[in-house]
């Protein structure tokens, strides 16, 4: 059989005991056509990035599947005709990950603690004394001309446009 990673997502305005009920009718899916669910984990309600059929949230779910292309191919179908499901996609990898996702694991650092790779932003160097910035009004730029330029030699000119003059409307 092979392995798949199925992520799916909800409507916001169910509880996570339907998602719970949705996932046990997903799982008695998968168990029929001949498969098995290893790890499933429950992300929580998170912003979308953009709405998917009127929802700003969604609950995200991650399954870990064992089962043939038959038992996969019937649960897209059961996801696409529910109404509580949103979004879902199923991926074919090589072998599951024994270790939490990458979802629960960033939510297991603590409040903005953990900087990864971007470090504590100190390799920028010393910016040293920036000085005065000047006056920092609105206006135009006083060190341009904007007097109009006079025609450049190299180019010829060829026609003119002149305004044609306004219509008065008489009634």
Do not use: C
């Not at 998602?19 to 498969?35: C, P, W, Y």
């Not at 409040?111 to 135009?140: A, C, F, H, W, Y």
């Not at 330029?149 to 219509?167: G, K, L």
């Amino acid at each position: 059989m092979s392995l798949y990673e199925h992520v799916f997502l909800a409507r916001q305005d169910i509880s996570a005991q339907q998602v719970d009920a949705l996932l046990q009718d997903f799982r008695t899916i998968i168990e029929a056509g001949g498969g098995s669910i290893g790890k499933t984990e429950y992300w929580g309600v998170r912003s979308l990035s953009f709405r998917i059929k009127k929802n700003r949230k969604a609950h995200f779910t991650l399954m870990n599947l064992d089962a043939p292309h038959a038992a996969v191919a019937e649960l897209e179908r059961q996801m696409r005709l529910s109404t509580d499901v949103i979004r879902f996609m199923t991926v074919k990898v090589d072998e599951h990950e024994q270790v939490p996702s990458a979802m629960m694991r960033r939510s297991d650092r603590d409040e903005r603690g953990d900087r990864g790779d971007r470090g504590d932003r100190g390799d920028r160097g010393d910016r040293g004394d920036r000085g005065d910035r000047g006056d920092r009004s609105r206006g135009p730029r006083r060190d341009r001309d904007f007097s109009p330029r006079p025609p450049r030699p190299d180019v010829e000119v060829v026609a003119t446009v002149e305004a044609a003059p306004a219509e008065e409307d008489s009634l």
